[in-house]
Structures are given as C-alpha cells and as structure tokens.
C-alpha cells in the first residue's frame, strides 16, 4: 500500500526525443501534482489535476510539455523533443484534498530523474 | 508572483547543537507546511500551520507561523545525524491548488 510511484526512476534521453514519465497516486487521492526539481533547488510547480480535470497548467515551461490524467487516477507527464535545460527530476504528488483553504499534505512520490544528453 | 526565501541556505552543526531555519513569504499565507528531504530522497511532509501565532512541536522539531501569517520557522533542538536533509517551507498559492516551495535550508550533522 502504497504511497505514490514513479516510472521509470531514471531515464536517460538524446537530444530531440520525446519521453513520457508515469505516475500513479494514492489509491483515492483527488489531487495530482507535477514539479520539476533542479539540482539544489526546490520543487517547482508544473501542473495540477483535480480527478482528470487538469485546473492549473501554469507551471509548464513550454508547450513542449504536455500531462494527463484521462481516468482520474494514473498521470503522465510528456516531454516532446527534449532539450538539455529539461534535464531534472521529476516529482508527482497526490492529496485527499481539493485545494483551496482546505489544503492537506501532499505525499511526494520518489521522482524519475531525466538526464538529456 | 509570490516568492518564498529561506535562509540560511545552508547549515553546517555538530552533533547535540541547536539549528533553525527561516521561512519569509512576500503574500500572507492561508497556511504554511514543512517537508524534509533527505539527500537523494522526496520531500517528505512535517507540519502543516493554520493560524496566526501558532506553535507546533515534534519531539526535538518546534515550528511557528508568524502573527502576520508570511513568515514561519523550524527549530531543532539538539540536532542528530539522522536530521541531515533539505527542510523546505511551502505555502499554498494560485487559489491553494498549488504549492510554491522556498529555497530550502540544507542541514548537515557532524559527530
């Protein structure tokens, strides 16, 4: 019973290619978060799906990128034509809550680090 | 947009001494979390703070949120090896359906 899991951990990509990164949430978890974490740095918002209704897309660097989360439950995060700067790693976090001034805990999964060559 | 600042950015203790780290918010917050991450690991949840003023203890771990709900802080009393990490503020933004992280505090226990 899980907490939330990322697939692959790690994944190593050329220039140019396209890659997709899986996660899946906390059995029941309403929200779905994406982050991008730099070396030293801290997680930075991507994207938030409430069930499969993405409501927040304001975090992703480019059109490039592209989540879903079609059945309410499993999340991919796409990255089209990779570039270096997309080199980092890759948090999903999943929260009973529906946002807003009832904000709980966020369960972070162990991340997928992707290194573009 | 809404920035969150910790400082230090990095701490550096022996064994036994004392750390704490500042969070400072440029908007009010309807509430502050704690999350550690422990080098190679995720960012794992610690407190979650409501109200203004209020003080939160964890054994060794004491977290506050400032009266004007932008700032917080994380004290440890008597540090530990086991208490090595980056501890992260993060407060709610964009209606609460996102959380913007601050820059984190990386602590580092020596014997």
């Known amino acids: 019973g899980a907490g939330v899991s990322q697939s692959p951990r790690y994944k190593v990509a050329k220039r140019g290619q396209d890659v997709a990164l899986r996660c899946d949430p906390i059995?029941?978890?309403?929200?779905l978060f994406w982050y991008q974490q730099a070396l030293g740095q801290g997680p930075e918002f991507l994207t938030y799906?409430?069930?499969?209704?993405?409501?927040?897309k304001s975090g992703l660097p480019s059109d490039r990128f592209f989540a879903e989360r079609p059945e309410g439950s499993v999340s991919t995060l796409k990255i089209q034509r990779t570039q270096q700067e997309d080199s980092a790693v890759y948090l999903c976090?999943?929260?009973?809550?529906?946002?807003?001034?009832?904000?709980?805990?966020?369960?972070f999964g162990p991340g997928t680090r992707l290194t573009v060559l | 947009g809404q920035q969150v600042m910790q400082i230090p950015q990095y701490q550096h203790v022996q064994e036994g001494e004392d750390f704490t780290t500042y969070c400072n918010s440029s908007?009010?917050?309807?509430?502050i979390q704690w999350y550690k991450q422990r080098p190679g690991g995720h960012p794992v949840f610690l407190i979650q703070?409501?109200?203004?003023?209020e003080v939160k203890k964890q054994k060794r771990l004491t977290f506050q949120f400032g009266e004007a709900k932008k700032n917080s802080s994380l004290h440890i009393t008597a540090t530990q090896t086991t208490d090595v990490g980056t501890y992260f503020c993060a407060g709610p933004t964009g209606g609460g359906n996102k959380l913007t992280f601050g820059t984190g505090t990386q602590l580092k226990v020596e014997l």
């Open positions: 976090a999943s929260s009973k809550s529906r946002g807003g001034d009832s904000y709980n805990e966020q369960f």
């Open positions: 703070l409501v109200k203004s003023g």
């Open positions: 799906f409430q069930n499969e209704a993405q409501l927040d």
């Open positions: 908007t009010t917050l309807s509430n």
């Open positions: 059995s029941g978890h309403v929200s």
